[in-house]
């Protein structure tokens, strides 16, 4: 089989993407329009199709995704230099609702979770140290590292220390998303146990912070005040871990319904394949989960920008859409509070990699979430309680955004990429490379290849084959960030420091 160079995504489109890299003189021919290359173009880079005049938008996906800077001629080379955002300030929305059908068979799949107490379930049984406040991220680490070595680790998945530099110092809305995400991280289903680790004059009380926590499991989370100690605060720590230890180590995997399952969706270091291969691929493994009564969960709102009417119009109910609303706005106006344009997004990696502008972003970026329909947004730490497709609020920082999935009680994150990225936040986070080079390049960071949907595969091989992988990884099998210790948190800071 012949293997495609270039691909027309949507036939309204005035570009068309190169799959491989093209040079000048090469002829392309799609949608009845034949066009010379003025030069060279990279591989996942755009090239014109027809004349367009300057101020006229150009069209990808079969969306614009800005406008030209100057008179285009066809076979030109389209980026950042000649393509410009048509993103300002906030918008008026009105509601469209677009209802689509999808047919997607229920499977009864399963996979090999933890059930807890209160009916929740995990896919990793770890003992973790949560820290209320910076000061004590040195004593968490030295818990975790002697808790180590004392155990080998027998019989539960890890033990970790979630260290960050907060809990102090800041005030309002800025202090109480410290204490939300925390709160989260404390309650989530991957932990078998939790020594909540405070120092006892920090802002965030530590006796204040464990009644955030509603009705918790008392004999799985514990608290720990180091200035309240007399003496080796170590000791009394590690008398605390033991116990949690001897609970959490008899906790054993069993069969859990895949309706159960809730996965964050999020992308970094995105290239010109990334809207092609690796996005539609996790949007058809959302669909799917979806379809199998389990969750998903979009953020990254700033790459929302220029594609926001889409999800607001899958929005279920017109209260869904009235809060995604607020939700972009809300975000614009911060970018704005701040001196700062909403439409600058795009890193230097993302254009070396072919994307132009936010809206050229965006709407590949969207495509992480299918076609469901929206059944839930939430606000920056808030925890999931509807199932299906949910937006959460939360900005495009890689480790920012995947900390704010975990938090919200996604099991694990899929993480496209085309440019490589190796970290991974406080649950499993895969990384599916958007393009072929970049799978071969770094088998160390990369948990799957969807650059097989330029090689040959079809998204119908292929889908099944990414379930499985998902749901093994669900079921204990190591992501690759795993496999290296590459885990960490990241709190959205917003707000002065005192």
Known sequence: MELKTYLKINPADSVVVCLVEKKKGDVIEAGGERVVLAEDVP??????????????????????????????KAGEWVNENNLKTNLSGTLEYTYSPVNEVL???????????YVRKNGDVGVRNEIWIVPTVGCVNGIAERLAKQLREETGCKDIDSIYTWHHNYGCSQLSGDHENTRKVL???????????????????ENNQPDDF????????????????????????????????????????KDRREDVSVSKLRVGLKCGGSDGFSGITANPLVGEFSDWLVAQGGTSVLTEVPEMFGAETILMNRCETPQLFEKTVSMINNFKEYFLSHGEPVGENPSPGNKAGGIS??????????????????SGVMEYGDRLSATGLNLLSAPGNDLVASTALASCGCHLVLFTTGR???????????????????????????DFSAGQLIQGRT???????????????????????????????????NGVTL
């Open 43 to 72: 591989a996942g880079h755009k090239v014109l199709l027809r004349d367009v005049k300057q101020g006229e938008n150009i069209i990808k996906y079969g969306y614009p995704i800005g406008h030209a800077l100057k008179d285009l």
């Open 459 to 493: 998204m119908e091989e292929l889908v099944p084959e990414f379930i499985d992988k998902v749901l093994a990884v669900a079921s204990g099998e190591k992501a690759r960030n795993e496999e290296n210790d590459y885990r960490e948190i990241s709190i959205f800071k």
């Open 210 to 249: 464990m009644k955030l926590l509603g009705d918790y499991d008392k004999d799985r989370i514990r608290l720990l005040v180091t200035q309240k100690v007399d003496g080796d605060e170590v000791e009394a720590g590690m008398q605390i871990l033991r116990e949690l230890y001897a609970i959490a180590s």
């Open 420 to 446: 490589g990225t190796p970290f991974g936040t406080f649950v499993p986070t895969m990384k599916i490379a958007t393009n072929p080079t970049l799978a071969e390049r770094k088998p160390n960071w990369v």
């Open 103 to 113: 047919n997607i068979k229920k499977e009864n799949r399963t996979f090999k979770g």
């Open 357 to 374: 502008t936010l809206e050229d972003k965006a709407l590949g970026c969207t495509q992480k979430c299918g076609r469901a329909p929206v």
């Open 183 to 201: 709160r989260d991280i404390v309650l989530h289903p991957n932990a078998g146990a939790v020594l909540v680790l405070g120092l006892g004059c």
